[in-house]
């Protein structure tokens, strides 16, 4: 489906009905890499100053 939609700007539902997405801003997201975002930094760290 998504392939589609990017590649012919046009979605073809089972019926042949089809959706035009040419103007459509498509915002996707993902957590990939959020294992390593949440390791401990190196150099300037997360640590707490006191004092």
């Known amino acids: 489906?998504?392939?589609q939609v990017m590649d012919h700007g046009t979605l073809t539902d089972h019926?042949?009905?089809s959706?035009?997405?040419r103007n459509?801003?498509?915002i996707m997201t993902s957590?990939?890499?959020a294992t390593e975002q949440?390791?401990?930094a190196v150099g300037f760290g997360r640590d707490r100053r006191e004092g």
């Open 31 to 33: 957590n990939a890499g």
């Open 24 to 26: 459509v801003v498509l």
């Open 19 to 21: 959706v035009d997405f």
């Open 38 to 40: 949440a390791k401990s």
């Open 1 to 3: 489906i998504l392939l």
């Open 15 to 17: 019926n042949g009905r």
